[in-house]
C-alpha cells in the first residue's frame, strides 16, 4: 500500500483532473494539443502562423496540420493579409473558451474575453 503523502495525493488529483479535461475536450472535439493553439489565438487575435510557431517554439509542419484540423473544425478561421495570414477564433472557438454560450456555460471557461 502507498504512504499517504501529499505527493500521493496530488498525483491523484492530477490524474483525475487530467481524465476529466480530457473527457471534455473530446466531447468537444479537441485535444490538449490543439487547446494550446485555441487559447494563443484567443489572447492574441490576429497572430499569424509563425508568430504562434515561434511563440510556442513548435514544428512548421505540425501547426499547419494543427490550424487546418481548427479552421476544418469550426474553432479558428484563416484570412489572408498579403502574403500571410492571420487567425482568429470563430463563434465556436469564442464559446469555447469564454464559456458563453447562451448562459449554458458549456464551454472550458479558461479566460473571459
Not at 498525483?11 to 485535444?31: D, H, K, P, V, W
Not at 476544418?72 to 484563416?78: E, K, L, P, T, V
Request: charged share 20%.
Amino acid at each position: 500500500m502507498y504512504q499517504k503523502t501529499f505527493s500521493y495525493y496530488s498525483t491523484l488529483f492530477y490524474r483525475s483532473f487530467a481524465a476529466y479535461a480530457g473527457e471534455r475536450l473530446r466531447q468537444m472535439g479537441l485535444n490538449f494539443g490543439h487547446l494550446f493553439f485555441v487559447v494563443y489565438i484567443g489572447k492574441k487575435p490576429g497572430c499569424s502562423p509563425s508568430d504562434m510557431m515561434r511563440s510556442q517554439n513548435l514544428d512548421w509542419g505540425h501547426c499547419q496540420r494543427s490550424i487546418d484540423r481548427l479552421v476544418a473544425d469550426g474553432f479558428i478561421m484563416r484570412e489572408k493579409a498579403g502574403r500571410s495570414y492571420r487567425l482568429n477564433l470563430t463563434e465556436k472557438g469564442q464559446k469555447l473558451i469564454t464559456g458563453s454560450d447562451g448562459g449554458n456555460h458549456q464551454g472550458l471557461q479558461l479566460y473571459r474575453a
